[in-house]
């Protein structure tokens, strides 16, 4: 598995080359990937313990259709009744599914589609993830926007007509630091209604910081739920730590966040099993923290720059559809995502059934909305994490959906 991820590396000093080498290949040189680093803050919280516990218990090939039946009859979907609609014998009633979960959908959110955008600041990073772009071992050309480039990315995304924008680094603390980002928000929260985050996890003092700086909320990948797997994936840097990354949407609540959002990246390891787990996982904060509002998000791998090996493993279109509508039908309240990850015909598709929010105007690169909005740029961005498979700007996708009889919202929130 290991050597499928294995990147070009031909620009790293001899050292920094042998210790990547030595990582890839020897599993004793890396770290306990439960063992807590300097200065991360510890919660006492059975969260993960319940989530992991019916992850591992559970074989999707145990669940019957007359199962799913009976789940699709009740009004209330338990857990049981969740596990069955992610197995295999779901798959043949996939038009009941998704008729159920267009009732859910229309139930409590109506026919609207909120729309976002991301904007990466920056795109160091510290991690050896192997499926990452941003990997601190792939070359790709680094860079962090300065506080004016940032804010002319702001400007350029406000103008086309974005309200939310969800700010990303690459997760190096020492090139984009706590202060870095707050004062990132303070400057999009001129600019926009809706602030999210998508940075490196935090301690909860830090995320009570970046709220007071104007982050509304909180997106976290835990990428695989599966330790095993996920040790294998996560060969250096803080978020080897397991752990500390599953407990921070909690940290972030406590922080003062007005919501979180988790997801595992499909395709690392068992979808259906990473399914459960990101739902549950969401399902269980939900339980204990009634106030915040919760989402979904549902990507797959997309490839990389350096590395066409990167690619799903055994998620196809059917297999992510059927998810998203056990998701909507497990979770009716939850916020469902799908980012550009997905093909547009998808995307148009999905909204009108599970999912409540999109991305539009997307770059995945560092600084070169300026080019993809106007087709100039004063300067080189930043390499891109992935690649995209809707670039559609927010016009485009705006129409798109007033097409297909839905409401596009660019911000659902007044502030007094």
Do not use: W
């Not at 620009?11 to 990582?23: I, S």
């Not at 990948?221 to 978020?239: R, V």
């Amino acid at each position: 598995m290991e050597n499928e991820f294995l990147v070009d590396a031909e620009t790293l000093g001899e050292e920094a080359l042998l210790k990547k080498h030595r990582l890839e290949r020897d599993p004793s040189a890396r770290t306990d990937p439960t063992a807590y680093m300097e200065g991360m803050e510890v919660l006492a919280s059975d969260i993960r313990d319940k989530v992991l516990g019916e992850m591992e218990s559970y074989d999707p090939s145990r669940y019957t259709q007359e199962d799913v039946r009976r789940a699709l009859q009740k009004e209330d979907c338990s857990i049981e009744d969740f596990k069955a609609l992610l197995s295999p014998a779901a798959e043949p009633l996939l038009e009941e599914l998704a008729q159920r979960a267009k009732r859910e959908t229309g139930k409590h959110f109506g026919n609207t589609v909120y729309i976002f955008t991301p904007l990466y600041i920056a795109n160091y990073c510290e991690n050896y993830c192997v499926y990452c772009g941003y990997n601190c071992y792939n070359d790709i050309v680094r860079k962090r926007l300065t506080m004016e480039e940032m804010e002319k990315e702001m400007k350029i995304i406000s103008d086309s007509g974005i309200e939310e924008i969800l700010l990303l680094t690459g997760e190096s603390r020492r090139m984009s630091d706590v202060d870095y980002i707050g004062e990132a928000c303070k400057l999009a929260a001129r600019y926009f209604r809706n602030v999210g985050l998508e940075i490196y996890p935090v301690n909860v003092e830090d995320y009570r910081y970046l709220h007071q700086c104007g982050a509304d909320y909180v997106t976290v990948f835990q990428e695989t739920y599966d330790l095993k797997q996920y040790e294998k994936l996560h060969l250096l840097g803080h978020k080897r730590v397991f752990p500390y990354r599953f407990d921070a949407q909690e940290r972030a609540i406590l922080g003062g966040m007005r919501g979180v959002a988790a997801s595992a990246l499909l395709g690392l390891s068992d979808f259906r099993k990473d399914a459960l787990a990101s739902a549950l996982h969401i399902y269980y904060l939900q339980r204990k923290y009634p106030h915040a509002e919760y989402s979904l998000s549902c990507p797959r791998l997309r490839p990389i720059a350096n590395n066409e090996g990167i690619h799903p493993v055994d998620v196809h279109e059917t297999q992510l559809c059927q998810i998203l509508c056990a998701y909507r039908i497990f979770l009716p309240y939850v916020g469902i995502t799908v980012s550009s990850r997905e093909q547009k015909h998808f995307r148009d598709g999905i909204v009108r059934i599970a999912a409540t929010k999109v991305s539009a105007g997307v770059s995945t690169g560092v600084g070169d909305h300026e080019e993809k909005y106007t087709g100039e740029q004063e300067q080189e961005g930043g390499g891109e994490q992935f690649e995209i498979a809707d670039v559609r700007s927010l016009n485009a996708m705006y129409q798109d959906i007033v097409r297909e009889g839905l409401q596009p919202v660019l911000n659902e929130y007044v502030y007094v």
